[in-house]
């Protein structure tokens, strides 16, 4: 399969009600004829209490841009935040 490029980051709050996320989502693209394709770090990422693991993901160590979270904000044309 071939991947799409991302054109909407979507980041959260660690605390959020689920539901309440999916619908802070859906809501902003629900008169978009054409969906986009987005990028949720709540499901693009392995959510972990291991502090290792999550600084790996998001780019927190020495050379943060080669992490996930690094590559895939340079590559969206827009961000949504959902707190």
């Known amino acids: 399969?071939?991947?799409k490029r991302a054109e909407i980051f979507v980041s959260?709050?660690?605390a959020e009600n689920f539901d309440e996320f999916v619908t802070?989502?859906?809501t902003p693209f629900a008169t978009w004829p054409v969906k986009p394709t987005?990028?949720?770090c709540a499901l693009a990422l392995v959510q972990s209490t291991?502090?290792?693991l999550v600084a790996i993901?998001?780019?927190a160590g020495d050379d943060p841009s080669h992490a996930p979270f690094t590559k895939a904000l340079e590559q969206v044309d827009k961000i949504l935040v959902v707190r």
């Open 50 to 52: 291991d502090p290792e």
């Open 24 to 26: 802070a989502v859906n």
């Open 1 to 3: 399969s071939e991947f």
């Open 38 to 40: 987005l990028w949720i």
């Open 57 to 59: 993901q998001v780019g």
């Open 12 to 14: 959260h709050a660690w």
